[in-house]
C-alpha cells in the first residue's frame, strides 16, 4: 500500500508540475492578443467596440480564471484552485459558440478597415509572436479545454480516493467533460451544417430540400443500381442522411451551369426502410443489399466488399 501511495504521489506531482508549466504558457500566449491587440483596440478606437467584443469573445475573462488558477497551482492548493476555475468553466462553452462568429467578423473588418488590416499585420511581425498570426491564436482556449480534460483525468487517477481532494477532482473532471461535449457538439452542429449546404449545392435547382432543421448528414458514395428488369447496371451517387436517402446522377458535362452538378432521381423515406444484405456475407468481391421500402425495392451492389459492408451498418443505424 505504501509502495502503490508513494506511485501516485510521484505521478500526481510530475502532472500537477506539468500542468503548472503548460498554464503559463498558456496565459503567456493569451497576454499577447490581450497585450497587442485588445488593450490598444480598445484606447485607439480602430474597431467599434460591439465588434471587438465579437472578435474577442470572453478572452479578457478566460484569462483572469487562468491566472488565478495558476497562483492556486505554484502554492500547491489544488483543490481550491480547481474549484474556483471551474466556476467560470462556461466561459469556454460561451467561447466556441462565438467562434464562428469571430472569424466571420475578422475576415471581414481585413476586407473593409483599412486601418486594422495594417495595425494587425504590424502586431504580429514582432518577435514575440514567433510568426504567428491572430487566427492561430484565437482557437487556443478551446484546445486548452482538452488539455484540461487530459491533466485533470491523470490526477484523478493518481490522487488516493478518501481524501478530500479527490472528491474536489472528480468534481472538475465532471465539469470539463460536460463543457467539452457541449463545445464538440457545437462543432458536430456546425459540421453537419457545412455538410448540408455542400450537398444542397451539388444537386442541380431547388426541388430538393436538404437543409432541414434537425437533419444529420451522414455519408455518401457512388453505388451500382441493379434494375428489377435486367437492364444493364445504373451507377449513382448516393447521400445517406439521417430521415431519407437520396440517388443522384450527373448532369450532362457539356451543359453550360450543371455541368459539374448532380440531378436527383429519387429521395427515399427512411422511416419505412428495412436493409438486407443479399450477398456479401462471405469474402466474395463486393456484395449486394437490398432496401425495402413500402412500394419499392431498391437493389445496390458494389464491387468492393468493405463499402458495401461500410453502407450496410450506415443504413441500417440511420434506419433504426
Not at 94 to 107: D, I, P, S
Not at 251 to 262: E, T
Not at 272 to 301: A, E, I, N, W, Y
Amino acid at each position: 500500500v505504501e509502495d502503490q501511495r508513494a506511485r501516485w504521489e510521484r505521478k500526481r506531482s510530475r502532472t500537477a508540475k506539468e500542468l503548472l508549466e503548460t498554464e503559463h504558457k498558456y496565459l503567456e500566449q493569451l497576454d499577447l492578443v490581450l497585450t497587442y491587440f485588445v488593450t490598444i483596440l480598445k484606447a485607439k478606437g480602430t474597431l467599434k467596440p460591439a465588434v471587438l467584443e465579437t472578435i474577442f469573445g470572453p478572452l479578457e475573462s478566460l484569462y483572469s480564471a487562468s491566472h488565478i488558477l495558476s497562483l492556486h497551482l505554484e502554492k500547491g492548493s489544488l483543490g481550491p484552485g480547481l474549484e474556483n476555475f471551474c466556476q467560470n468553466l462556461d466561459l469556454y462553452g460561451r467561447y466556441a459558440e462565438n467562434l464562428e462568429q469571430a472569424n466571420k467578423t475578422l475576415q471581414e473588418q481585413l476586407r473593409k478597415n483599412k486601418s486594422f488590416r495594417r495595425f494587425k499585420k504590424l502586431q504580429e511581425t514582432r518577435p514575440q509572436f514567433q510568426g504567428r498570426e491572430l487566427e492561430d491564436l484565437l482557437p487556443l482556449p478551446l484546445q486548452r479545454l482538452r488539455q484540461y480534460k487530459h491533466f485533470f483525468r491523470d490526477l484523478l487517477e493518481n490522487t488516493s480516493p478518501d481524501t478530500v481532494e479527490y472528491q474536489k477532482l472528480a468534481k472538475a473532471v465532471k465539469s470539463v467533460s460536460e463543457v467539452s461535449q457541449w463545445v464538440q457538439d457545437i462543432f458536430d452542429k456546425r459540421e453537419n451544417s457545412l455538410q448540408l449546404l455542400r450537398v444542397q449545392k451539388l444537386l442541380k435547382g431547388q426541388k430538393t430540400q436538404v437543409l432541414i432543421p434537425g437533419r444529420w448528414y451522414i455519408r455518401e458514395g457512388w453505388l451500382l443500381v441493379v434494375p428489377s428488369k435486367g437492364e444493364e447496371l445504373k451507377r449513382r451517387m448516393f447521400f445517406l442522411f439521417s430521415d431519407i436517402l437520396v440517388a443522384a446522377k450527373p448532369c450532362h458535362p457539356l451543359h453550360l451551369l450543371n455541368s459539374k452538378k448532380l440531378s436527383c432521381q429519387a429521395v427515399y423515406p427512411l422511416h419505412q426502410c428495412s436493409v438486407d444484405k443479399v450477398f456479401g456475407h462471405t469474402r466474395s468481391q463486393g456484395g449486394l443489399l437490398s432496401l425495402s421500402f413500402p412500394h419499392k425495392t431498391l437493389l445496390l451492389m458494389s464491387s468492393n466488399q468493405q463499402e458495401i459492408n461500410d453502407w450496410y451498418r450506415s443504413l441500417t443505424a440511420a434506419v433504426r
